[in-house]
């Protein structure tokens, strides 16, 4: 007789829970189908893997193999030589879950080959020789599926189970085993060896040990065969409707321990950096205020809590009348980041519109740097270090630092790289139509984060593809069917879901042509060599505004140091494609930003600028072309992970010591301070208290003197802190100028509001005389206007003795501030 542990040609392994009922048919036709053709099959056993059944199920099993003992004990009589107990009964302390009894099982087995098969035999024991061939080809597992071409479905689930399974093996495929339609059918046939060490590697006792343990085999480069079977369902599963969401649970913790320790680092140090650079605001968000971001601090803040309001009021979340009243404010044509400021509405609702936006710009730069880091890992370089180098450059060199002092739509970029990553799986052709839809997911989504960010990214992805294809032809020559196929159905996903926010955008309410910045906002050829204002070590604010249109427009400063680092690393590394391909692109992008024309430095030389050939088109005409700059960010980033990579592989030491030097030289000076941050000024009691209320009657505006504008935002802060409570006109806000519609920054200017501006700016008071008044007196019906309030501020005591002059009667200090009722009578 054979001793106990030795080998037999085939384990069948069956986990049972509570199986008395299903069992014994599926023991007796497993059975007679391997004892049918013992040369087909050799040597075999079963076993049942037991999870703390509270039925007869033991005894079952147990009954089973001492009637397989006794026709052993037959065969020895007539001198047939027996085989080990074909039935074996393995069991478990208490329930666990399908994955316990099945790491369980398998680890008792002995069979060269292992078949895993639920108890109810949903799948007939005869589809095992379709498994069967697949390994005899080579394959180390052999997948039982129903959704593979040639799978035959019988009896079919509930339509609403067979919808959650689905919808799971789709979560599946996308997140842990791609390629795999089905990994739930309980039927599989594994190579012994290799599944004894999969299971015993596995660590999850529920329904997601399948995943696991096809994980495993994906690592260890083990070939996998999915072939369609025959299926029934049968009554009596065991899969409760909680299983699925602790089957999501299982993958989630599966995604968990697939993260590389080094990666997570990353992440942390990323949001650790962001923090750092936030931190001056963190501190205390309603308390604190970024001065370098001029008033878009507030105007942020109020996009946030308008979003907010309009939908904890079920109102259009593209339009408003609480800033600019009594016209309003086209949203849409505003950038108000509806896919971020509408999933934040609970907290901006909860804690306030300062805190909800510290906590997306901060997470949202960290994130911008993490999907960088993804991007780089998987398509640039393996090194994680350099990875990183390179990703922290992309989403921490000086354009994307001065833009998160005011601009959350220019910084939280995490979408870019999953775009520019589904744009090249389209170039491989393999899965075209489906990452045609999920590119034009994303792209629609990136929309509601910020169109202009998406014209700059299309803009360097063109040019990246444009110098790739040149330099290799034969990929280009492969690629541009199934990324031109891809492109048209991303076009056709996208357009549906944006479509109407778009025509509300340029035809809508309050929509505009195009927005004036100025004859040239293109960056200076120096300010590409220069240093940013808030370097740490290197900074100069009166370089960096001079070569600026403002503190949060510092486009480039990437300083001499990299630029001349980057050239090292092209010349040096000039035969691969990619690093031309990444050089072209980021020299184009530098010479675009220069603008429809720039002066040579130290001279009086003006040449045009290649600005010029997109600067009066659609879409472009509208764009602060220093911005298209800060595609240069992630090319250079790039680059920078290409040296590091190849640096970390040289030998001698001297040669790498020497190579590292030279980047920490390069980037040192790029290392930001942390951004300014000062005590916000304190909003007036008459505001803070609510005793503005008792001024305003129903369809009222109150209105600041002078009135809010893009120099002069605070009321937007004082708006926010009344939850909303009341409108204004005037404010800050890009909306449309005369018949023509041209954009401008704020509101159409009025008689009383420009002079009302004018005297806070110059102190100086016009004769005030009867045609003033008059003027007034339509503007204030004009804004609906039930209340004048003068806050303390420049030149205050000329303002109130404007308004004085043009109402006709002294104000009133109360709560802090200056106001004149206008209501008849008053």
């Known amino acids: 007789m054979k001793g106990p542990e030795t080998a037999v ?3 069948v392994v069956i986990p049972a829970y509570n199986e008395e009922r299903r069992l014994g048919p599926t023991l007796d036709a497993i059975a007679d189908y391997l004892g049918e053709d013992e040369g087909r099959w050799g040597d075999w056993e079963i076993v049942v893997a037991d999870d703390g059944s509270t039925d007869g199920t033991r005894d079952l099993v147990t009954e089973r193999a001492e009637r397989t003992e006794q026709t052993e004990g037959t065969k020895r009589a007539e001198g047939t030589e027996p085989h080990d107990a074909r039935i074996r009964l393995v069991t478990g302390d208490r329930n666990r879950g399908k994955g316990a009894a099945l790491r369980l099982g398998v680890a008792a087995s002995r069979g060269r080959r292992v078949l895993v098969t639920d108890a109810d035999l949903a799948a007939p024991i005869e589809e095992l020789e379709r498994l069967d061939k697949a390994l005899s080809e080579g394959y180390a597992a052999a997948i039982g599926s129903r959704s593979v071409p040639g799978a035959t479905i019988g009896d079919r689930q509930h339509p609403l189970r067979e919808l959650l399974g689905r919808a799971g093996n789709v979560l599946i495929r996308r997140t842990a085993v791609p390629g795999i339609r089905d990994t739930q059918c309980g039927f599989k046939l594994f190579d012994g060896d290799r599944a004894r060490e999969a299971f015993a590697d596995s660590r999850l006792d529920g329904w997601g040990i399948d995943v696991e343990v096809l994980q495993h085999f994906r690592r260890a480069d083990w070939p996998l065969a999915e072939v369609p079977v025959r299926w029934s369902h049968q ?12 089957v999501l649970a299982e993958l989630a913790r599966l995604k968990a321990r697939a993260l590389r320790p080094a990666d997570l680092l990353a992440v942390a140090l ?4 962001a923090v750092v650079l936030y931190s001056g605001r963190l501190i205390d968000p309603n308390g604190r205020y970024l001065p370098d971001s001029l008033r878009d601090q507030n105007q ?9 309001d309009n939908v904890a009021h079920f109102r259009n979340p593209l339009f408003t009348d609480l800033q600019g009243f009594p016209d309003g404010v086209n949203l849409m044509a505003n950038t108000v980041m509806l896919g971020l400021s509408v999933p934040f509405t609970p907290l901006t609702l909860l804690a306030g519109p300062a805190i909800s936006l510290s906590v997306v710009m901060t997470l949202g730069l960290a994130a911008t740097a993490a999907t960088w880091y993804w991007l780089i890992v998987k398509r640039v370089v393996r090194q994680r270090a350099a990875a990183f180098v390179g990703a922290s450059l992309a989403a921490f060199a000086p354009p994307m630092v001065s833009h998160a002092n005011a601009h959350p739509n220019f910084i939280i970029l995490f979408m870019i790289p999953l775009i520019i990553d589904r744009a090249l799986r389209l170039c491989s052709g393999t899965r075209v139509a489906r990452d045609g839809i999920v590119l034009g997911l994303m792209a629609a989504y990136q929309i509601y984060l910020g169109e202009e960010p998406l014209l700059l990214a299309a803009m360097g992805m063109l040019l990246f593809a444009a110098a790739y294809g040149v330099v290799r032809r034969d990929v280009a020559k492969a690629s541009w069917r199934p990324l031109g196929k891809g492109l048209l159905i991303g076009a056709a996903t996208c357009l549906p879901l944006v479509i109407y926010a778009l025509a509300w955008q ?11 910045h100025g004859d040239n906002a293109g960056n200076s050829p120096l300010a590409l060599l220069s240093f940013a204002e808030r370097s740490l070590i290197a900074g100069d604010a009166d370089t960096a505004n001079a070569l600026s249109l403002n503190p949060t427009e510092q486009n480039a400063f990437y300083g001499w140091p990299l630029v001349a680092l980057a050239f090292a690393i092209v010349v040096r590394l000039w035969e691969h494609a990619l690093v031309k391909a990444l050089a072209f692109t980021a020299v184009a992008a530098a010479f675009l930003s220069l603008g429809p024309e720039f002066r040579i430095p130290l001279t009086d030389v003006v040449l045009p600028g290649p600005w010029a050939l997109l600067a009066e088109k659609p879409l472009f005409e509208s764009v602060i072309e220093g911005r298209v700059a800060m595609v240069c960010a992630p090319a250079l980033g790039m680059l920078v992970a290409l040296a590091v990579d190849r640096l970390a592989a040289t030998r001698p030491v001297s040669t790498q010591f020497v190579g590292f030097l030279g980047v920490c030289l390069a980037l040192l000076p790029l290392v930001p301070a942390p951004l300014k941050a000062v005590d916000r000024v304190e909003v007036p009691a008459f505001i803070a208290d609510g005793s503005w209320k008792s001024y305003l009657g129903k369809g009222e505006s109150l209105v600041p003197v002078p009135l809010p504008d893009p120099g002069n935002a605070e009321a937007l802060h004082w708006q926010t802190e009344a939850d909303m409570g009341f409108k204004l006109p005037g404010g800050y806000f890009n909306g449309p100028y005369g018949e023509e519609r041209i954009g401008i920054y704020g509101a159409s200017p009025r008689d009383t509001s420009n002079l009302l501006r004018e005297v806070g700016y110059s102190g100086k008071v016009p004769e005030i005389g009867a045609n003033w008044r008059t003027l007034a007196r339509h ?3 004009f804004w609906k206007a039930g209340v004048l309030v003068l806050a303390p501020q420049q030149n205050d005591d000329k303002l109130r003795e404007t308004v004085e002059k043009l ?5 009133k200090w109360t709560g802090g501030v200056w106001v004149w009722d206008l209501h008849a009578g008053s």
């Open 9 to 11: 040609d085939l384990s």
């Open 235 to 246: 009554s009596g599963s065991k899969v409760g409707p909680l299983d699925y969401g602790r």
């Open 270 to 273: 990323f949001l650790l950096m």
């Open 300 to 308: 942020w803040e109020w996009f946030f809590a308008v979003t907010a």
């Open 506 to 516: 340029f035809f809508g309410p309050q929509s505009y042509h195009s927005v004036l």
């Open 779 to 781: 503007d204030f019906a």
């Open 807 to 811: 109402v006709g009667s002294p104000g």
